[in-house]
């Protein structure tokens, strides 16, 4: 395996000190070492992996340098546009070293395996080359030297595509240190205890569906209340307003993670132009994109309230107690409402996955919305 500090060490002496992009799990040892040791200003973890290389791409065009972007592949599809009509070479030829984390290469979760399938077949479709990281410290270095000698000769981008195992474990340092007592898991529990069984729930990708299918496992209930966003990242809450549009005499809950929120935040302008009489959107806020490392969010840093406000939701509160949740779960007296949760960050070791594959999950919930 490799070393991360040597890694970034080497990066650094090929000039490469710009950072930006979104957290990955395969990725999270080499971002976590990047983080400790990077500069705010040189290291941003981006609101989606599009973002992210605007971003690199308006580094480059001030300093001349070369930026990586990191992501895991399933950012690849956010990248797209920008990767083909921004940087390629037959429009403003920006060179970027993208660093990706290939999940569903082996055994992975549902969501993962055709990404995993597609990987190098996106980067050759889009003429981007590429290779995959050798775990050898002296081999990865020629080929780091390889990459970085074919993108200062043709300013395109180039990929190095990372598998698991590829890094050594290093544990980030700066820890997110909050004062909320509330776990995600905690309000998870009280939202389900709140609800009737005629409300349905759409959950965020990461461990919020997980948590939520434990819980109703604990509760012996079925699970076709329940809509389990296991990939697509940022979109449950759009996938929520299908459904609340569709269906108005049945009231749809969101519950959506503050990273998700960020990477697609322009759902909350669509969602409050539509008014809604039937959704609830809910926001966990920890801080962090906790499911692949726990590397920070800027959520801590606004106002979600005030932005959903401003996108004309009707009712916005934020909670961080077991007892403000519940009433503010009570109060909600018109839509579209927004309850933003402040909690702490962390989940159970033994924290499980839903063990209902996603064509079913979907076509029992559509069994459930078809019985109105």
Not at 153 to 182: P, S, W
Not at 295 to 306: E, L, R, Y
């Amino acid at each position: 395996m490799i070393n991360t500090k040597t890694f970034y060490e080497y990066l650094g002496s090929k000039e490469i000190e710009f950072f930006t992009g979104v957290p990955d799990s395969l990725l999270k040892d080499i971002c976590a070492y990047i983080t400790d040791n990077t500069s705010e200003k040189k290291h941003i973890i981006a609101a989606n992996e599009g973002n992210a290389i605007a971003l690199a791409a308006g580094y480059h065009m001030a300093t001349g340098k070369v930026p990586m972007v990191y992501m895991q592949n399933s950012g690849i599809g956010n990248a797209v546009n920008p990767l083909l009509s921004l940087t390629d070479q037959e429009v403003y030829n920006i060179p970027i070293l993208l660093m990706i984390g290939w999940r569903g290469e082996t055994k992975d979760e549902p969501q993962h395996v055709k990404q995993g399938k597609v990987t190098t077949d996106l980067l050759d479709a889009m003429q981007i080359p590429y290779l995959i990281l050798d775990i050898d410290e002296d081999i990865a270095k020629k080929q780091i030297d390889e990459a970085v000698k074919i993108i200062k000769e043709t300013n395109k981008a180039f990929a190095i595509i990372i598998r698991k195992g590829t890094f050594e474990k290093y544990n980030i340092k700066q820890k997110i240190k909050t004062e909320y007592k509330l776990s995600r898991e905690q309000a998870i529990k009280i939202i389900v205890d709140n609800i009737s069984d005629n409300e349905l729930i759409v959950s965020t990708t990461g461990k919020t569906s997980r948590e939520l299918f434990e819980y109703r496992e604990e509760l012996s209930q079925k699970h076709n209340s329940d809509f389990l966003t296991v990939g697509s990242m940022g979109h449950a809450s759009q996938i929520a307003l299908g459904i609340a549009l569709s269906k108005p005499n049945r009231k749809i809950i969101c519950i959506d993670g503050d990273g998700a929120v960020l990477m697609h935040m322009g759902g909350f302008a669509i969602i409050g132009t539509q008014q809604p009489k039937n959704f609830l959107h809910i926001v966990v806020n920890n801080g962090a994109h906790e499911s692949v490392g726990g590397q920070p969010t800027v959520a801590f840093n606004i106002d979600i309230p005030k932005i959903a406000e401003a996108n004309n939701y009707k009712f916005v509160k934020r909670v961080s107690t077991e007892n403000e949740l519940n009433n503010a779960l009570k109060q909600v007296d018109s839509y579209p409402a927004l309850i933003e949760i402040m909690t702490m960050v962390g989940a159970r070791e033994n924290l499980g996955r839903p063990t209902i594959k996603p064509v079913d999950n979907k076509k029992d919930f559509m069994q459930n919305l078809a019985s109105e």
